[in-house]
């Protein structure tokens, strides 16, 4: 009996190829395994700066999507979360090392020994690299797969697997709770998720932008303001309000005008950007606020499986386009000049055309 199965999947064969059609293999069910047949998936920033090897690192061919939604056609001897014919998710985590002291506290995230990505990471039963979510099926260990509720639209769910827990997870670390007054810096995939999670959880929201054009959009998603972040005296009306801001800008931008709007205590969680800030970190207004400026990345299992519970209860979704398999290169395309609101999802079944 053959350990692998074959399957469809849209891939980039290298740096500066279009994805496209391949054929890949997918493992066998393990007594701890659940299959799935992938309907949805989202379409992240991370996919394309991992097809395009733009953080280095990238095995080809390459096959993208850790926002996948599906439902479940197989399960291990041993399973006993899941069963045939439940809808389940898969984030961007489908392994960690289960032992160090972060997994011990459901951070599966911040794994020390490394957690094990949806794609381009390192699939411990084949020995090859992980494959994602724009294919027909997945198979991962039922301890990484999480359940669905069954009254979202489940096409809109699919971005709630990255854009939704990293912006869920800063709002429970900090207690955002009633009352609570949290800032949004950017409206894109992550930031109209930020407020909306914010908005359920009862926070007064605020959407930093820089330039007038997105109050009407920032509005239509509940913000109670809109600041913007190039008019100084905007600026100055906010200095010593929030409690939290999330930072969702993916690019090089100057966090110093944002901390002095932080309140006592009051944190800058930048959930957007990796690498270098610029330019240098005022430290007065942090030493003189006890304000501080911290880092966040997605959330472990438990807390993701909390966000998909608050969701349900709460009828919280993406806002989505949903495109077809064969128009992802396009998406990416759009994707970069910030042409879509707020996430492309992939309608699986159009790789069956």
């Known amino acids: 009996m053959s350990n692998t199965t074959n399957v469809k999947a849209f891939a980039a064969a290298a740096v500066d190829a ?17 299959e799935i047949e992938i309907l949805y998936c989202g379409v ?16 080809y061919p390459a096959v ?8 479940i056609t197989n399960v291990g001897s041993a399973v006993s979360k899941f069963k045939v014919g439940d809808l389940a998710g898969v984030g961007c985590i489908v392994d960690s090392c289960r032992t160090c002291s972060s997994c011990q506290q459901d951070l599966e995230q911040y794994c020390l020994n490394g957690f094990v990505g949806t794609y ?25 797969v999480l359940a669905v509720p069954e009254n979202l639209d489940l096409a809109a769910v699919a971005p709630l697997l990255c854009a939704g827990i990293t912006t869920w997870s800063p709002l429970r670390h900090w207690n955002v709770t009633k009352g609570s007054k949290v800032a949004v810096v950017g409206l894109g995939g992550l930031g109209h998720m930020a407020i909306k999670l914010a908005k359920g959880l009862g926070a007064e929201v605020t959407l930093f932008s ?18 913007i972040s190039t008019n100084k005296d905007e600026m100055k009306s906010v200095r010593g309000k929030f409690d939290l801001i999330i930072d969702t800008v993916p690019y090089v931008h100057d966090v110093n005008p944002y901390v002095e709007t932080l309140n006592i205590n009051g944190t800058h969680v930048l959930v957007g950007y990796l690498g270098a800030l610029e ?15 911290a880092g966040s990345v997605i959330g472990g299992i438990a807390e993701t499986q909390e966000m998909l519970d608050f969701c349900g209860a709460n009828n919280i979704v ?17 994707m970069l000049k910030s042409d879509v609101k707020y996430r492309f999802v992939i309608d699986m079944a159009s790789l069956k055309k």
């Open 18 to 34: 279009d994805l496209k059609l391949i054929q890949i293999d997918r493992r066998a069910v393990t007594p701890n395994d659940v």
């Open 44 to 59: 992240c920033h991370s996919d394309l700066h991992t097809a395009r090897n733009d953080w280095g690192g990238t095995i």
């Open 64 to 71: 993208p999507g850790h926002e996948i939604v599906g439902r």
């Open 120 to 144: 381009n990471g390192k699939d411990k039963h084949l020995n090859q690299q992980t494959f994602g979510g724009y294919s027909e099926k997945v198979v991962v260990d039922e301890n990484y």
């Open 210 to 227: 820089r330039t007038p054009g997105k109050t009407d959009d920032a509005k239509a998603l509940g913000v109670d303001q809109v600041i």
């Open 279 to 293: 330019p240098v970190l005022q430290t007065v207004p942090m030493i003189m606020g006890r304000k501080s400026v």
């Open 318 to 334: 993406s806002d989505i386009e949903l495109i077809n398999m064969q128009d992802i290169n396009e998406a990416y395309e759009r």
